[in-house]
């Protein structure tokens, strides 16, 4: 128990490579506890839904020539931090990682995904977290296709792995949102961005066949970076082509005087 202890997980499922490949990284930081979601959950924000099983099912992988033992939780990512931190890992994690996700999570649109979800369960119980994310085709986000290299994704998981472990982050940094580009090398620099305020991933009707009541929605990448200033997380990774490092709060709150805002609400 000397070893740093850190909490694996992602919302694309126990399966993923993308898991993997941080659970090879991070295990030269510390003791890795790999719980992950039993089924895909992309998507899933910071949802805790009553209607989730909690089955934990126990797993043997080799990594590094070592059998490790994992769990899948029938539940979101965020129900997966909640089970390993209250009834599976000995003690409370130093830190949580969530991912490496196919599919960047960029802007406005992070709440909806269950990699940053993930990390914001974990800060609230007051553990520094870190949510990886990798540029990937779209037509890759719910797969877990062999073809996509997490080499520098899994570097980079590293790299701010380590900070986290090893710095004591700023009061109202509670996670880390690392987005890598998919053309990235273990050399590609970073840079620390903001959130972009445009619509990354705008949502598509469903496409819908006669006698077939499904109809699930879908989506699209519509960005402009000449409409974004150069410290977006989206323009960083789409323009710049550099590695996004974005901290983010759990305090929601407009970053107005609220004062101020208070006298605007009761003038007549």
Request: hydrophobic share 40%; aromatic share 6%; proline share 8%.
């Amino acid at each position: 128990m000397s070893k740093p202890q850190i909490l694996l997980t992602n919302d694309d499922g126990i399966q993923s490579p993308g898991l993997w490949a941080a659970a090879e990284a991070l295990s030269e930081l510390g003791f890795v506890h790999v719980v992950a979601p039993r089924d895909q959950f992309s998507g899933a924000g910071r949802s805790l839904p009553s209607t989730s099983d909690g089955i934990l099912a126990e797993q043997k992988v080799v990594i590094h020539g070592n059998e490790w033992t994992v769990y899948s939780v029938g539940g979101t990512p965020a129900q997966a931090v909640l089970h390993g931190i209250l009834e599976i890992l000995p003690s409370r994690p130093d830190l949580v990682v969530s991912g490496i996700n196919y599919g960047e999570n960029m802007g406005i649109a992070i709440t909806v995904s269950g990699t940053v979800g993930a990390a914001l369960e974990a800060a609230a119980q007051g553990i520094p977290a870190l949510a990886v994310s990798l540029e990937t085709d779209i037509a890759n986000h719910l797969s877990y296709s062999p073809e996509i290299d997490f080499l520098p994704a899994a570097h980079f998981t590293q790299v701010f792995a380590r900070q986290m472990l090893e710095k004591r982050m700023p009061v109202d940094v509670d996670v880390l949102k690392i987005d890598i580009p998919q053309d990235a090398t273990l050399t590609t620099p970073w840079q620390v961005t903001c959130l972009t305020r445009q619509t990354y991933f705008t949502a598509l009707p469903p496409v819908r066949t006669p006698g077939d009541p499904r109809g699930p929605l879908g989506y699209k990448i519509e960005y402009d970076p000449d409409q974004d200033p150069p410290a977006t997380d989206a323009y960083v990774v789409r323009k710049s082509r550099l590695v996004s490092v974005t901290p983010l709060s759990l305090d929601m709150t407009s970053r107005v005087d609220l004062r101020d805002f208070g006298r605007l609400l009761a003038a007549d």
